[in-house]
Structures are given as C-alpha cells and as structure tokens.
C-alpha cells in the first residue's frame, strides 16, 4: 500500500525559511518524476515544483529562486527547501508524483506572517 507523509510545516515570519519533507513508502520513487504541490484557502492546488530522476529542477514563478526541491532516493524522500518566504505561500502543502497519480497525502500546513 502506497503511503505519502508530507511533514516541516509551520508558523514562519516573512523572510523565514522552513524545510518540508516527504517521505514515501510502498512504492520506490526511482523512477518517478516528484513534484510539491499547494493549496491556498479558496484556490485550487497548483504544482510548485518538481524534481525528475535526474534531478532537473522546476519550478513555478512565484517561487523561484526561493525554493528548492530536491530527492533521496535512498530514503525514498523528496525536500522543499524554503527561503525567503511571503505570507502568499501560506497554503498546504502536499507531495505527489509530477503527475499526482499516487495517493494524496494529508499535506503540511505553511503559514506565513507578514
């Protein structure tokens, strides 16, 4: 049985910085392209970015040069690594393939104070 377990969110000020993990199980990550997803109160989700086997790195505009995404694939994790944040990043924040294919996960809650 596929398991997503998106944890490291929190309260940050802006300016902050917080790390996100993800960690998978019952399935190996290998092979699949991972991406960050989020969701703000009244929006629909959007993919934030993504990682693919080689580790080329994507990222939606409002977030580059801010966040990184990264993967182990030895632990079967993905990181978002973010920096610099804005009180627009306060969403949940959710793990899936780049596809969002594998089951969704409760997701982690960002919240940013200006």
């Known amino acids: 049985q596929v398991q997503v377990v998106e944890s490291g969110g929190g309260l940050g000020q802006a300016g902050g910085s917080l790390r996100l993990s993800c960690a998978v199980s019952g399935i190996f990550l290998n092979f699949a392209e991972m991406a960050w997803y989020r969701q703000a109160p009244g929006k629909q989700r959007e993919l934030v970015a993504s990682?693919?086997?080689?580790?080329?790195?994507n990222y939606v505009e409002s977030v580059k040069g801010r966040f990184t995404i990264s993967r182990d694939n030895a632990k079967n994790t993905v990181y978002l690594q973010m920096n610099n944040l804005k009180p627009e990043d306060t969403a949940l924040y959710y793990c899936?393939?780049?596809?969002?294919?594998?089951?969704w996960g409760q997701g982690t809650q960002v919240t940013v104070s200006s």
């Open positions: 899936n393939s780049a596809s969002g294919r594998l089951p």
């Open positions: 990682v693919t086997t080689r580790h080329s790195t």
